[in-house]
């Protein structure tokens, strides 16, 4: 069984930064893509950015500019700094990769930020 695990969301001030982790564990061939996602309640989930197997990566209008992501193969992880972050971005926070030709998420990790 392949499972996700996210670490590092908590409480910020505006302005501050805070680095997300997803380890992945399991039976695991190869990942391909992966990516963060993030969802308020009662709104759609919305993909925060992508990073591929050659570490290509994209980002969403909304944070480009002020998030990163960076995978570490060796170690089945992809992480998420978060820059500048603003009240807005507060929400819970999911990584969803493609394993071995199938998706999987994470269980999520809450992001706070505010004064």
């Known amino acids: 069984q392949v499972q996700l695990v996210e670490s590092g969301g908590g409480l910020v001030q505006p302005g501050g930064s805070l680095k997300l982790s997803c380890a992945a564990s399991g039976s695991i061939r190869e990942i391909n893509l992966m990516a963060w996602y993030r969802q308020a309640p009662g709104k759609q989930r919305q993909l925060v950015g992508t990073i591929t197997s050659d570490f290509g990566a994209d980002y969403a209008d909304s944070v480009k500019g002020r998030f990163t992501i960076s995978r570490d193969n060796a170690k089945n992880t992809v992480y998420l700094q978060m820059n500048s972050l603003k009240p807005e971005d507060t929400t819970v926070y999911y990584c969803?990769?493609?394993?071995?030709?199938?998706?999987?998420w994470g269980q999520g990790t809450k992001v706070t930020v505010s004064s």
């Open positions: 969803n990769e493609i394993i071995d030709d199938r998706a999987y």
